[in-house]
């Protein structure tokens, strides 16, 4: 491992996107911790303490909004509004016109994604001014409006992070950003457990349960993630002028958890809107929304597993579509042996995606609940450290392992991942 990071520090421009991902990550550490003009954190403090859905939240942004800063948001209006756009490319035909016609439509897409996030954006940090308006110092329009602004303007400066570190840096910007709020968490979770050991609150035998459940967990996030089905295709000898081509065969990596991490950041997202929009609405049926989506209810933990597995099979839909790879493979000669090229291929794609998501999707569901239950298994309270931060930091951690590995053996750098 040191070997193969040593030999990643010598490629220039490896070295070039690993350092500006570095500072990229201290700006957003630095804008965590810049509040919000015109609130007084110290008076939702007890709220935050409570261990309700905001402590949850609250490990995703990094700390930024139990200190209300100008990063309070997060980037969860900007993946609301990539399942927005991804929902109305498959029923608007115009959008899903613009999807197929390669760069051109993609930056378009993105540019409406954009558009949608300040509005989505603008809606929630209305219903948190709404939600926190006693700990507004000087309560009026003005500094409401100023508070709106800053949470919004943050929003929007975090969106643009995101997709300068995948453009300029390595991995996924977005996820990135939501790695790093996870990570930077970490020694508050340490500290509170020690903090538990020395008031006797829990012994040796709870942090070894814990120990015990997250390695289990991270075991099994790793095997999920690298897991795949392997679907054999053998390709015809074809002669293209004096040359023959094909008659080789390969095969199609189908993956266990093709959708990676986004599932459970989109279905985390989905049951954010609903409770916002019920604090900014002020009347009885929306605090009773707001009252049965509240972290740990029976609804929030059916409807959270639900959104899990209805995302997973969404975007595995939307990245991956058997019937363009049953056609590439006829055009280049290709079949899977058994099976007849075409409209049976593609069936054929179909079925074994579908099973092989089925047990993906569950697992995922499954992972995600798991913080609800991790208090009564490992007799740890108050810790949001639970299977759905571990997913996120050992799923973006695989792949952006796997970017930096490609960049090296573009270069004939032996990667992270020996081969046997």
Known sequence: MLDALRNAWKIPDLRRRLTFTLLMFLVFRIGSHIPVPGIDPRVLQDVFNQGNLLGFLDLFSGGALKRVSIFALSVTPYITASIIIQLLTIVIPKLE???????????????????????????????????????????????????????????????????????KGIGN??????????????????????????VRAINVLNILLLAVVVLAVIVAIIYMQEGERRITVQYAKRMVGRRVYGGQSTHIPLKVNQAGVIPIIFAMSVLLFPG???????????????????????????????????????????????????????????????????????????????????????FIALVAVLPMFMGSLTGVQGLYFGGTGVLIVVGVALETMKQIEAHMLMRHYEGFLKKS
């Open 276 to 362: 916002t929009v019920a604090q900014f609405v002020h009347h009885p049926w929306a605090q009773a929304v707001a009252n049965a989506l509240q972290w740990g209810t029976t609804l929030n933990t059916v409807l959270y597993f639900g959104l899990n597995v209805f995302f997973t099979f969404f975007y595995t839909a939307v990245t991956f579509n058997p019937v363009d790879i049953s056609k590439n493979m006829q055009k280049y000669g290709g079949f899977i042996p058994g099976i007849r090229p075409g409209r049976p291929t593609s069936d054929y794609i179909s079925r074994v995606l579908y099973r092989i998501t089925v047990a993906g999707a569950l």
């Open 173 to 198: 910007g977005i996820s990135l950003i939501i790695f790093a709020g996870i990570v930077s968490r970490l020694p508050a979770g340490l500290g509170k457990v020690i903090g538990y050991v020395q």
């Open 97 to 167: 016109e613009l999807a197929k016609e390669g760069e051109e439509g993609r930056k378009k897409l993105a540019q409406y994604t954009r558009y949608s996030t300040v509005v989505l954006a603008l809606i929630q940090a209305a219903g948190m001014v709404a939600w926190m308006r006693d700990a507004v110092t000087h309560p009026g329009w003005v500094s409401w409006s100023i508070i709106v602004v800053a949470l919004t303007a943050g929003t929007a400066f975090l969106m643009w992070l995101g997709e300068e570190i995948t453009d």
